[in-house]
C-alpha cells in the first residue's frame, strides 16, 4: 500500500469517526450497536380516530382536472443511475357494462428535458397502452383505462436538477414544467438525502395527512411498499369505503374493484411522484382478480419499474441502486419457494451486488416476516422459511414491510433469534388506508390468533411453535416477543437518511406530528458492522457459496478502519496493512 492510500485511509477514518460521533453527541440518538433493545409498546392513543372514510372521487384532490389528451397522473420511477421512468395517463378511461378501449397510437409519448427551465435539449419516445377489467356477472361494472404512457429517459448526469414536460407535442397537448433531481452514482460515498418509506396508503383523509408530511420532508425517493389504492374496497356505487369486504358484500361472486381509484390516487399523488421517483412493489390489493383469472392487470400497466434493468424481466420483484443503496424488491404474492424463478433471480442479484461500491443492502416487499400485532401473524412464515437464509448469508442491512396497519421495528434478528448480524426489521404498514389501524397484540391475553386465522392470499400455510427460547412450545409469546424492540399502533411514514457506509438514521414520523417541530415516534441510527458479519462470506471469489474472497471482504481489509469504533484501532490498522 502505498503512503497516499494509507493517507486517503487515515483520513476517511478520521472524517467518519468525528461525523458520526458529531451526530451522535449532538442529538443523542440511540444505535442498533445499542442493542438489542428492551422490547416496548407505546399504546395507541384513545384522543386519536382508528380510521377515517375514504375521500370522494369529486374531491378536489382526485378529480380529474387535465383535459382532452393532455397528461395527467404523471410519475417517475428509476430505471438506472443515468435513466428515469416518466409515466402519465391522457384521454378518458369509461366504467360501466359497455366499454370500449382507446387506441393508444392515437396519441404519441414524448418527453422534453434539460438542465434550464424551458429549455430541453433532449426528447425522448416511448409506449403507451390500455388495460381493462371485466366482470362476467350481472350488476357489476366494467373499466377500460385511459391511455397509459411510459418513456425512458437516458443520459442523464448524477445529482443533477432537470426539467421536463411529458405529452404528444404533435397535437399539441404537453404537460406543464416539472422538475426532478438526479440520485448520486453508486458509490460508498454519496447517498440519496432522504428516502421516504410508506406502505397501506390508500385514500382517506388519514392518507393525504401522511403525504402532505412526506412533501414537508422533501424525500429524494419514495418506497412505496404495496396496498396503494385499495380500489377493491371501495364501493361501485361511489360511497364511502369498505373497511370490510366481505362484510359489505357477503354475497359478490367476486371481489370487485371500483378502477377509477386508481385514477384518483395517481391525481392525488401526482404533486409528490412527478418530482420524486416512486418505486412499487405489489401487495395483496392489488391482485384485483377478473374474467378468466387475470390478476394484478393495473398494477403491472400503470407503473414503471426496473424489471429488464435489473434482469428480473417481471414488475413482482426488481432491484436499482439510489447512491451507495442496492435495493431489491421482492414478491410476496408470486412464486418465491427456493426452486422458482425469483429465488434463483435474487441469488444471482445478490452474487452481483459489490459492496465497495454499494455497501447499504436493503430488501423490501409487502407482508412482514416478524410481526407480533395479530393480524397476519406468521401470515408469511412460508416465504421467510424460504428465503430468509439467503438474505442473512447476503448480510441485507435494513428489510421494509407494510401490510400491518401499524409500526413495529425489530432488534437484529435472524430465525427468530437474536443475531448481531441479522437485519433491522421495520412494518410501516400505517400509511391510512381505510381499514383502520391495527390495535391488538399476540402476545396479549385472549388476542393469539389460531392455527386457521391469517392464511395468506397466496402460498402455503406455515404456522410453527417456537423451538426455542422463552416461547418454546407456543404459538405466541406470552409478552412482547424479545425480537420486538418497539411498536406502537399509529398512522405514519419512515425516512431513512444514510449518513456514509456504515451509518443511517431511522425516522418513523407519526401523523399527529405533523405540526410538531422536529417531533417523531421513533428514530434511531441503524449501524452496519462488516467487520463483525463478514464471517460467513470470507470465502472465495465474491461468491460465499464457492469459496475465495468477497469483494466486501476485499475492500473492508483495505479500509476496514473506517468501521472502527475507536481511535485506538487505528494503529491496529496500520501495522497491518504495512504487510500488505
Avoid at 437484529?412 to 391510512?432: A, E, H, K, Q, S
Avoid at 388506508?433 to 391495527?438: A, L, Q, R, S, T
Avoid at 402476545?443 to 397466496?458: L, V, Y
Avoid at 425480537?483 to 457506509?501: D, K, M, T, Y
Wanted: hydrophobic share 35%; with cysteine.
Amino acid at each position: 500500500m502505498n503512503h497516499l492510500k494509507l493517507w486517503l485511509l487515515i483520513n476517511t477514518f478520521f472524517i467518519t469517526i468525528i461525523t458520526t460521533q458529531t451526530l451522535l453527541a449532538q442529538n443523542q440518538i440511540p444505535t442498533t450497536l445499542d442493542g438489542p433493545f428492551k422490547p416496548v409498546t407505546r399504546r395507541f392513543d384513545p384522543s386519536l380516530r382508528r380510521g377515517s372514510d375514504d375521500l370522494p372521487m369529486n374531491h378536489p384532490r382526485l378529480k380529474k382536472n387535465a383535459t382532452s389528451n393532455f397528461p395527467e397522473q404523471i410519475s417517475l420511477a428509476i430505471s438506472s443511475p443515468t435513466s428515469m421512468w416518466v409515466s402519465w395517463v391522457t384521454g378518458e378511461a369509461q366504467i360501466g357494462s359497455d366499454v370500449i378501449p382507446l387506441d393508444p397510437a392515437s396519441v404519441a409519448s414524448e418527453v422534453w428535458y434539460g438542465k434550464e427551465s424551458g429549455k430541453y435539449a433532449s426528447r425522448g419516445k416511448g409506449n403507451s397502452t390500455v388495460y381493462t377489467q371485466l366482470y362476467p356477472f350481472e350488476g357489476l361494472s366494467n373499466y377500460t383505462s385511459g391511455i397509459i404512457h411510459h418513456v425512458r429517459i437516458d443520459g442523464l448526469e448524477p445529482e443533477t436538477k432537470y426539467f421536463y414536460k411529458c405529452g404528444d407535442s404533435s397535437i399539441p397537448a404537453m404537460s406543464e414544467e416539472h422538475v426532478f433531481e438526479t440520485l448520486p452514482l453508486p458509490s460508498p460515498n454519496a447517498y440519496p438525502h432522504r428516502i421516504a418509506i410508506i406502505g397501506d396508503l390508500g385514500l382517506t383523509s388519514n392518507s393525504s395527512t401522511t403525504i402532505d408530511h412526506v412533501i414537508v420532508n422533501d424525500p429524494s425517493m419514495i418506497l412505496m411498499v404495496g396496498d396503494l389504492t385499495y380500489a377493491n374496497q371501495y364501493l361501485t356505487t361511489g360511497g364511502k369505503g369498505a373497511p370490510c369486504y366481505s362484510c359489505a358484500f357477503p354475497d359478490a361472486p367476486i371481489r370487485e374493484t371500483y378502477q377509477p381509484r386508481w385514477d384518483g390516487w395517481g391525481r392525488f399523488m401526482e404533486p409528490l411522484i412527478s418530482s420524486s421517483p416512486m418505486m412499487v412493489i405489489e401487495g395483496n390489493h392489488e391482485i384485483e382478480p377478473q374474467v378468466s383469472g387475470i390478476t394484478f392487470k393495473s398494477y403491472l400497466t400503470r407503473y414503471a419499474v426496473p424489471s429488464e434493468e435489473s434482469g428480473s424481466n417481471s414488475n413482482f420483484y426488481y432491484s436499482f441502486d439510489a447512491g451507495g443503496i442496492h435495493f431489491v424488491m421482492l414478491g410476496a404474492y408470486v412464486d418465491y419457494n427456493s426452486t422458482g424463478a425469483q429465488y434463483s433471480w435474487l441469488k444471482q442479484d445478490l452474487n452481483q451486488v459489490d459492496r465497495a461500491k454499494t455497501p447499504w443492502l436493503v430488501a423490501a416487499w409487502h407482508p412482514p416476516w416478524y410481526n407480533s400485532y395479530s393480524s397476519h401473524y406468521q401470515e408469511f412464515e412460508c416465504m421467510r422459511q424460504e428465503m430468509e437464509a439467503l438474505l442473512y448469508q447476503y448480510r441485507v442491512d435494513i428489510v421494509f414491510s407494510g401490510h400491518v396497519h401499524a409500526y413495529e421495528r425489530m432488534n437484529r434478528v435472524y430465525n427468530y433469534t437474536l443475531d448481531p448480524c441479522g437485519p433491522v426489521y421495520i412494518t410501516v404498514g400505517d400509511g391510512g388506508n381505510i381499514e383502520k389501524v391495527d390495535v391488538d397484540h399476540a402476545d396479549e391475553p385472549g388476542n393469539c390468533p389460531s392455527a386457521g386465522d391469517n392464511i395468506p392470499e397466496f402460498g402455503g400455510v406455515c404456522h410453527i411453535n417456537f423451538s426455542s427460547g422463552p416461547a418454546e412450545g407456543k404459538f405466541c409469546w406470552d409478552k412482547q416477543p424479545e425480537w420486538s424492540a418497539f411498536r406502537e399502533s399509529s398512522f405514519g411514514h419512515g425516512i431513512l437518511e444514510v449518513v456514509n457506509s456504515t451509518y443511517a438514521l431511522w425516522t418513523w414520523h407519526r401523523n399527529q406530528d405533523i405540526y410538531k417541530d422536529d417531533s417523531h415516534g421513533d428514530q434511531i441510527y441503524v449501524v452496519r458492522q462488516p467487520e463483525l458479519c463478514i464471517a460467513s462470506t470470507l470465502e472465495g471469489s465474491g461468491k460465499p457459496e464457492d469459496g475465495g474472497l468477497t469483494n466486501e471482504a476485499a475492500d473492508l481489509l483495505a479500509r476496514w478502519t473506517r468501521f472502527a469504533a475507536s481511535i485506538e484501532m487505528l494503529t491496529v490498522a496500520v501495522i497491518w496493512t504495512s504487510f500488505y
